[in-house]
């Protein structure tokens, strides 16, 4: 892998049944950007949790809407781009799920995980067109 | 595509072992978490101890059908615990605060003995 930037998108249905090939994909897609395989799982990780938040809360599984993943790395950084074509949602006043009120629940974890193992995070909601979701993962380099 | 979840059961002293393998994610892998917890129940099987060893991937989901099935056996009047985490599956319940809830166990035999 070079220095320079790749970037690779796809569009999919509101569909779970293309969450695996997203996956496969996202896989594919660190080893060629050479990263060491712990953070190669917590970006996997994260980009199945905000892509099914994206089908599942944002589209609510509508097929006639679609999810549009984008991504861009290079030797340095890998960045995932997510959007949805939903109605947006409260991200700033979520639930803690470490809350010692909240630990027995069982949804309400997928933002924070993704949070906390990438390096930069941010969601907007962008007036009828859906919401963005962007995170990155610093490469370390030996 | 990923490997089927399975789950296996062993009895042993009066503790169900439920030997877990592969993906506990949306879906297939959580709904056999569930339907294994329930089948138990259903049982009278209340002592279960959750064998993750060869558990390679979790997700938000099935972490939150782990603990839905702690609540369930617990409001039943059982205990629900579990054994040998991988490093993975041991940060994510760490970074979660869930380790302050399920007791963890490396050793099967001392898991057994706890019931």
Do not use: W
């Not at chain 2, 959750?50 to 369930?72: H, K, P, Q």
Request: net charge negative; aromatic share 8%; hydrophobic share 40%.
């Amino acid at each position: 892998m070079n220095s320079s930037e790749s970037t690779v998108e796809l569009r999919i249905q509101s569909s779970l049944d293309y969450t695996d090939l997203v996956e496969n994909l996202t896989n594919n897609l660190t080893t060629m950007a050479g990263c060491d395989s712990d953070h190669a799982y917590f970006i996997e990780m994260a980009v199945r949790e905000v892509l099914i938040n994206a089908i599942r809360h944002g589209n609510q599984f509508d097929l006639q809407k679609h999810v549009r993943v984008q991504f861009r790395f290079d030797a340095a950084r890998f960045e995932v781009q997510i959007n949805d074509e939903g109605r947006g949602f409260d991200y700033e006043h979520l639930p803690d799920p470490c809350d010692p009120a909240n630990l027995l629940k069982s949804s309400g974890r997928g933002i924070f995980l993704v949070r906390s193992f990438m390096d930069d995070f941010s969601l907007i909601y962008v007036p009828d067109q859906g919401t963005e979701v962007k995170f990155a993962k610093k490469l370390a380099r030996p | 595509m990923f490997e089927t979840m399975t789950a296996n059961t062993r009895r042993i002293e009066g503790v169900n072992i439920v030997d877990l393998s592969g993906r506990i994610t949306i879906g297939e892998g959580t709904i056999v978490l569930k339907d294994t917890v329930r089948n138990l129940l259903q049982r009278n099987e209340k002592k279960i101890l959750l064998n993750l060893a060869d558990v390679s991937y979790i997700d938000s989901s099935g972490i939150g059908e782990l603990v839905s099935s702690f609540t369930t056996v617990g409001n039943q009047g059982g205990k629900l615990k579990l054994l040998s985490l991988t490093k993975k599956v041991h940060d994510l319940l760490s970074i979660t605060k869930l380790l302050t809830v399920f007791e963890v166990f490396e050793d099967e035999a001392k898991a057994i003995q706890s019931f």
